[in-house]
Antibody, heavy 119, light 109 residues
Framework: QVQLQESGPGLVKPSETLSLTCTVS????????WSWIRQYPGKGLEWIGY???????NYNPSLKSRVTISVDTSKNQFSLKLSSVTAADTAVYYC?????????????WGQGTLVTVSS | EIVLTQSPGTLSLSPGERATLSCRAS???????LAWYQQKPGQAPRLLIY???SRATGIPDRFSGSGSGTDFTLTISRLEPEDFAVYYC??????????FGQGTKLEIK
């Protein structure tokens, strides 16, 4: 059973860089699309970007200038960096897996981690 | 960017009733790339339907999806108490981007 687990600081100061890691267990990171999605408290879902296992990335244009997603296949992990954060970046951050064979739907999700931006 | 608009925003029904949730796209979406998710409080979204009409593993057959082009529907044939949650549609499309609808809250009447 594939499982995803987000990890990283729950509190980040304004103007600093938010860094999260998603660890994948129960399956290989190869040949899938690995996304980061966030959800503002009580609100809907916003896709941040994804990385394919080969390292190709695609980002939401609204965040592109501040986002970097990377992958470490040796550790079965992928990571998110979001720079110059403000209070507006406070959200629950999810990692998820997409598969081309099933229309890129997000079949597996981490439990989510709340990141608060505050001084 | 394709915008997905879900309706209604809130749907109030009783257990045993039929629920019909709508997702309308601002431009045509490939059915292959349309999915539905269920989210309960404090939990991550769960995949219900992919490819517009295929149920994900372990999803009961009271959940069904249909539609094409710009209009898609999630139907729950007979509501169970555990079905009351928020439902999101999602598409993967041009520019290889994901977009989500704003969600429909299904609440107990």
């Amino acid at each position: 059973q594939v499982q995803l687990q987000e990890s990283g600081p729950g509190l980040v100061k304004p103007s600093e860089t938010l860094s999260l890691t998603c660890t994948v267990s129960g399956g290989s990171i190869s040949s899938y699309y690995w996304s980061w999605i966030r959800q503002y408290p009580g609100k809907g879902l916003e896709w941040i970007g994804y990385i394919y296992s080969s390292g190709n990335t695609n980002y939401n244009p609204s965040l592109k200038s501040r986002v970097t997603i990377s992958v470490d296949t040796s550790k079965n992990q992928f990571s998110l960096k979001l720079s110059s954060v403000t209070a507006a970046d406070t959200a629950v951050y999810y990692c998820a897996r997409g598969a081309a064979s099933s229309g890129y739907c997000l079949g597996y999700w981490g439990q989510g981690t709340l990141v608060t931006v505050s001084s | 960017e394709i915008v997905l608009t879900q309706s209604p925003g809130t749907l109030s029904l009783s257990p045993g009733e039929r629920a019909t949730l709508s997702c309308r796209a601002s431009q045509s979406v490939s059915s292959s790339y349309l999915a539905w998710y269920q989210q309960k409080p404090g939990q991550a979204p769960r995949l219900l339907i992919y490819g517009a009409s295929s149920r994900a593993t372990g999803i009961p057959d009271r959940f069904s999806g249909s539609g094409s082009g710009t209009d898609f529907t999630l139907t729950i044939s007979r509501l169970e108490p555990e079905d009351f949650a928020v439902y999101y549609c999602q598409q993967y499309g041009s520019s290889a981007m994901y977009t989500f609808g704003q969600g429909t809250k299904l609440e107990i009447k």
